[in-house]
């Protein structure tokens, strides 16, 4: 069974591949500079990206790096990525005992079970080659108003009052390699009300929804987005030398 079809929030992103590779933004150059740049990388380097969902990280890494391995459970994500990609997981990957001078994760480090992933990763990673570069984009959700109260109620409905923080990977990755370095950019985007409700719909929490309730939210959040809106996108990025 596809892992998309497992009705649990971070688990059924295949189910917006299409909408996750039309509207989640690009990770920019500055991010991958950055981590060349600190874990020692160069043009020859071998590295992976785990979890690599539609391939948004996968492709400019293609362009810097002579090779990259992506993993993603997913068959639908996966399905979107050319190259070297394979169905895995962090916590079983399917790459060879120190084989990758440094791996890169997009937006997923917090879906990992976090002891079992960070043995997987010590164990890929070449010693001395490079390290773990954790990286991420975010941007506003609807602000007061109809289309936030109608993801309210959809987060509400797989999560309760749950929240999250980043502290406890933070801690976690700290305590096995070591300290992290971070750096932040923030750059402004332009959505069109549609894209912006597919935006909102690659959400892990829409995700989760059947198809049919999907798009009936997708046409309330469409309706309640029309016009255009200036999204300021958030990019940062974690690494460590391992």
Not at 94 to 112: I, N, Q, S, Y
Not at 177 to 200: E, I, K, M, Q, R
Request: hydrophobic share 40%.
């Amino acid at each position: 069974m596809p892992v998309s079809a497992e009705a649990r929030p971070g688990t059924t992103f295949g189910r917006v591949a299409s909408e996750y590779e039309r509207a989640r933004p690009e990770y920019p150059t500055a991010v991958i500079e950055c981590a060349e740049r600190e874990l020692g990388l160069g043009p020859a380097s071998t590295v992976l990206d785990l979890a690599a969902g539609t391939g948004k990280l996968t492709r400019p890494l293609q362009e810097r790096f002579a090779r990259v391995i992506a993993i993603e459970p997913d068959d639908a994500m996966r399905a979107c990525i050319d190259g070297d990609a394979r169905a895995g997981t962090a916590e079983s990957m399917p790459v060879d005992d120190e084989g990758v001078d440094a791996v890169f994760v997009g937006d997923a480090f917090h879906w990992f079970d976090w002891p079992v992933a960070l043995a997987e990763i010590r164990r890929v990673l070449r010693p001395g080659a490079g390290g773990l570069a954790i990286v991420g984009n975010s941007w506003p959700i609807p602000a007061d108003g109809p289309a936030r109260d109608l993801l309210n109620v959809v987060w509400a409905r797989f999560n309760g009052t749950k929240s999250y923080t980043g502290v406890e990977w933070m801690t976690l990755v700290a305590a096995e390699f070591g300290p992290l370095g971070h750096a932040s950019w923030s750059s402004d985007h332009v959505y069109p009300g549609d894209l912006y409700a597919d935006l909102c719909l690659t959400g892990s929490t829409p995700a989760s929804l059947s198809d049919d309730e999907r798009e009936e939210l997708r046409e309330k959040l469409r309706e309640h987005l029309a016009g255009a809106h200036v999204l300021s996108i958030a990019s940062e990025i974690y690494w460590v030398r391992v």
